[in-house]
């Protein structure tokens, strides 16, 4: 008799890039043959559009994270919401010709956020629009805590990653490849090594995926 085998699956995000931390990812995803899902936001330098093209080009997924990412903004109204989505948007059909479709709500769906620049039904309201028109949005159920501190340590990054995924199947794993955020390029590898000697699957998000949304 056969030991029955559970399909241990894993998604890594990656949000609020590109930066130059993007480029190391890239380079530690392509030496393990690894995919993931970038949640990106708007900048128009040269770096940037190559970063963009590089992440489509060796097979990974674009999600829609804002342009601005700023709160204060997007969260005011649903018209900057969408405006704000939709620059964002263009500018990345613009550059890599991918019409993303699926996205994530800076500070997740569930933050509060909006409630001091709207009213409390504000996600609510634009979450269900996203759906509407045709989006799907993900939260995570593994968050890496690298945005906890502006530096987080490398080591609790790998510890919280790990001991999450060994409690959530299949895991999304939320990741930050800003600027500041050299552990969490320390760390991958290493997470990347100790999921692949657990037989995990990697895989990338899109539209139909399985997907976590928080209550709002
Ligand atoms: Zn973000």
Same mark, same amino acid.
């Given at each position: 008799m056969t030991t029955p085998s559970t399909k241990k699956n894993v998604y890594l995000t990656f949000d609020d890039g590109p930066s130059i931390n993007t480029a190391k990812i890239l380079d530690i995803l392509k030496e393990y043959n690894i995919k993931a899902t970038f949640f990106v936001v708007g900048t128009a330098n040269e770096?940037?559009?190559?970063?963009?093209?590089?992440?489509?080009d060796e097979g990974h997924t674009l999600g829609n994270h804002t342009y601005s990412h700023n709160y204060k903004t997007i969260y005011a109204s649903e018209e900057n919401f969408i #405006?704000?989505?939709? =620059?964002?948007?263009?500018?990345?059909?613009?550059?890599?010709?991918?019409?993303?479709?699926?996205? +994530?709500?800076?500070?997740?769906?569930? %933050?509060?956020?909006?409630?001091?620049y709207s009213d409390e039904k504000f996600m609510? +309201?634009?979450?269900? =629009?996203?759906?509407?028109?045709?989006? #799907?949005?993900?939260?995570w159920n593994v968050d890496s805590k690298d945005a906890k501190v502006v530096k #987080?340590?490398?080591?609790?990054?790998?510890? %919280?990653?790990?001991?999450? *995924?060994?409690?959530?199947?299949? *895991?999304?794993?939320?990741?930050?490849?800003?600027?500041?955020? %050299?552990? %969490?390029?320390? *760390?991958?590898?290493?997470?990347i090594e100790e999921l692949l000697k657990e037989d995990y699957t990697f895989d990338v998000l899109h539209k139909d995926s399985f997907y976590v949304q928080f209550k709002k």
């Open positions: 770096h940037s559009k190559n970063l963009y093209k590089r992440i489509v #405006q704000d989505f939709k =620059k964002l948007e263009d500018h990345i059909y613009d550059i890599t010709g991918v019409k993303m479709d699926i996205m +994530r709500f800076p500070g997740g769906s569930n %933050t509060r956020i909006p409630h001091k609510k +309201r634009i979450t269900t =629009k996203m759906l509407y028109d045709g989006y #799907q949005y993900f939260d #987080q340590s490398k080591d609790v990054i790998i510890n %919280t990653v790990l001991d999450g *995924a060994k409690h959530n199947n299949p *895991a999304i794993v939320l990741f930050h490849d800003s600027l500041p955020k %050299t552990t %969490t390029v320390e *760390a991958l590898p290493i997470i």
